[in-house]
């Protein structure tokens, strides 16, 4: 078999941990596997990278950003190699630009166009084992990217659809993929399996265990995922096409998001436009807007528009939102950021009713305010206020009866 492993921040965050998880790799090669690794940066690093940037400039520029951060990956790259070495095999640390990985230019959250990876192929036809570090690609121009948070997940799944890779194993800090974060809610149940349009709205709504982007290239290749702990043998969720017993289960889990903030324009034109104005300078500026609410006005003249961004985005959104007040005919602007999202996903709500419902119904019973609702075919969130998210989710997952029976 030829096994794609890729190991997150605490599985290499320490030399210790470093040398436990080229133990493992070094057991499945042994097993008379191939494997190629993907390395994220040690625990932290990403963010202290970060931090030290954020000590010199409030808006440090994206590019530079790009080529600060990927260093991070590399360092563990290299060390996990020679690690490798160390325990008697053949091992090679590469950057994102050695595998031929080419990226759009959108720093910081660019999109992978292409794979070459041929460095990568040749290294393992001479039964090398590759180290790559994850998060990173290459312009077509040259120029270092990071492919967003998380996003070694997203070239573990991509290296292993390059290959045709048999399975891509994700390593992490917990068994498995679960009913809803398990260091949250204790009570919360590994899934043994999970279908990958499951995963991609529970990932999307914040379960940060995968990264989305990851997902969606797992389904769009139909690359077979296992995540599973790098600190145990266990064997984890596996995360594949939908099949028919998955559909039986209303609600599989419950995801939370801290990282949104909600914009409202109060007091808008109501006419032909205006929406059209607002999201379409938003758009231009590359941020990405979750929900949107808008209210039907009870006057005929103005009404009022609420949305979600990403909180990275919420000021640079505000300024853009501002600058166009007076076109949009609008009142003011406001911004909260202490706001989080919780949803609920389920393939089986397709043909269940009620699920929003009971809810809503649960939020009320604890006097929890819902400030914003959306839905999809599988999927219902919620907005609230953030200092209720712990027990919105606690509540959600016991309603649904997600725990252990
Ligand atoms: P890594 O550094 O290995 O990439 P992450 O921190 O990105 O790990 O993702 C693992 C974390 O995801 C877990 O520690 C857990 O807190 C969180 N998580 C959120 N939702 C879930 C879920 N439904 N199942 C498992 N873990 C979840
Ligand atoms: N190191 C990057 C991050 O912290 C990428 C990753 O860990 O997947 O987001
Ligand atoms: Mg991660």
Redesign the pocket.
């Known amino acids: 078999m030829l096994v794609v492993q890729k190991y997150?921040?605490t599985s290499v965050g320490s030399l210790d941990r470093i040398k436990a998880v080229a133990e493992k790799i070094a057991s499945t090669y042994k097993e008379g596997n191939r494997v190629v690794a993907v390395v994220?940066?040690m625990a932290g690093?990403?963010?202290k990278l970060i931090g030290l940037a954020n000590q010199l400039s409030q808006n440090p520029d994206e590019r530079e950003m790009d080529l600060l951060?990927s260093s991070?990956?590399r360092i563990s790259a290299a060390l996990t190699a020679i690690a490798i070495r160390q325990v008697g095999l053949k091992a090679m640390s590469f950057t994102g630009r050695q595998v031929g990985i080419i990226t759009d230019e959108v720093h910081t959250r660019a999109k992978i166009e292409r794979i070459t990876a041929e460095r990568v192929k040749k290294a393992v036809e001479e039964g090398v084992i590759p180290v790559i570090a994850?998060?990173q690609g290459i312009t077509e121009k040259s120029d270092v990217t990071t492919l967003g948070?998380?996003?070694?997940?997203l070239t573990a799944v991509a290296v292993a659809a390059a290959l045709n890779a048999d399975i891509c194993e994700i390593y992490t800090d917990v068994e498995g993929i679960y009913t809803t974060d398990p260091n949250i809610v204790p009570e919360a149940r590994k899934l043994e399996k999970i279908s990958y349009d499951e995963m991609l709205e529970l990932a999307s709504l914040g379960a940060k265990v995968l990264?989305t982007r990851s997902v969606e290239f797992a389904k769009k290749y139909n690359v077979p995922v296992v995540v599973r702990s790098s600190f145990s043998d266990n064997p984890g969720t596996l995360v594949m096409k939908e099949d028919k017993e998955m559909e039986k289960v209303v609600v599989s889990g419950v995801a939370y998001d801290k990282n949104q903030a909600k914009i409202t324009v109060i007091g808008v034109h109501d006419k032909p436009g205006i929406a059209a104005k607002l999201f379409n300078s938003i758009a231009e500026a590359n941020i990405i807007v979750d929900m949107i609410v808008q209210n039907v006005s009870s006057d005929g003249k103005s009404t009022d528009i609420s949305f979600t961004v990403p909180k990275v985005d919420s000021k640079k959104t505000l300024n853009i939102t501002k600058g166009i007040v007076t076109e949009l005919g609008a009142k003011s602007v406001n911004l909260r950021e202490d706001i989080a999202k919780v949803s609920i996903v389920g393939v089986g709500m397709r043909t269940h009713s009620g699920v929003a419902a009971k809810m809503f119904e649960t939020l009320a019973r604890q006097g929890i305010n819902i400030l914003m609702i959306s839905t999809s075919e599988i999927k219902v969130s919620c907005v609230i206020d953030a200092k209720y998210t712990e027990l919105a989710v606690r509540v959600l997952h016991d309603a649904f009866e997600l725990g252990e029976k």
């Open positions: 997150g921040g994220s940066a690093e990403t963010d951060l991070g990956e994850g998060f948070r998380g996003g070694s997940d990264q």
